[in-house]
């Protein structure tokens, strides 16, 4: 296994920006690790999503599925300043496959992950501890979220130290659980309205999520929302 990952908090870390990026090409540069395709999409659905709605949202958390637990694969923006919040090992539900996830359920009782566009909303404290709800935004998809008590929350066997020795990290019921360390603070950074885009590159899904399929219009206006809060 390669050398341990770096993980955590990053304090707003930043780049400076390149003359022309988008907010997708500049995201992607703030975290090399993540596919840059993956970080692309998440920001056309997450804009998609603001535009429809008429509701802004200022951080975006990314989960690519594809790569396996025992990396890092949950990446969190500050979309209107452009900065990499965290970057992070997260889990897939058990039923979702055992290092990799490879399948993944709106079904109650599935303890499987879900794909696609969340909003998140507000914060508890239950059995894991502090934790946040989450609204799934695509029918058929996620939409069964909140009712499933697909959350983020901190758990015990979110680690490095299992990834090290196991091959991969311990496994939830379907939620995105994070390490305790971070939990609080990522889910403070999260709570209240904003954005969580989970991947995996399932082709019926990328071909019918409706946050996929915003116009160039629609985006540009999405894009220039963010550009004014980023100057107020």
């Known amino acids: 296994m390669a050398s341990a990952p770096f993980l955590g908090a990053l304090l707003f870390l930043s780049l400076p920006a390149h003359a022309g990026d988008s907010l ?4 992607a540069r703030l975290a090399p690790s993540a596919d840059p395709q993956v970080i692309g999409l998440a920001v056309k659905a997450a804009e998609c999503a603001q535009t429809r709605s008429g509701q802004p949202a200022d951080r975006l958390a990314v989960i690519d599925y594809s ?17 990499l919040l965290f970057q992070e090992l997260v889990a ?7 290092a ?31 934790s946040l709800r989450m609204n799934g935004l695509e029918p058929g998809v996620n939409d069964q979220a909140m009712a499933r008590a697909i959350v983020i929350h901190g758990a015990a066997y979110v680690n490095a130290a299992m990834a090290k020795v196991a091959g991969r990290i311990g496994r939830s019921w ?3 659980a994070v390490r305790t360390a971070i939990a609080r603070k990522l889910i403070d950074a999260l709570k209240g309205g904003q954005m969580v885009f989970s991947y995996y590159p399932d082709k019926h899904w990328l071909a ?9 219009g629609q985006l540009a206006q999405a894009e220039a929302s963010v550009a004014a809060r980023a100057g107020s």
């Open 174 to 176: 379907g939620c995105p």
């Open 100 to 130: 990799n996830a490879t399948q993944f359920s709106n079904a109650p009782n599935s303890l499987a992950s879900s794909l696609g566009l969340f909003r998140t909303s507000d914060t508890y404290t239950g059995k894991n501890g502090y």
């Open 92 to 98: 897939h539900g058990k039923n979702s496959g055992d």
């Open 24 to 27: 997708g090409e500049a995201l």
């Open 67 to 83: 790569k396996p637990s025992s990396e890092p694969r949950l990446w969190v923006f500050d979309t209107v300043n452009r900065k």
């Open 208 to 216: 019918s999520s409706h946050y996929l399929k915003c116009t160039d």
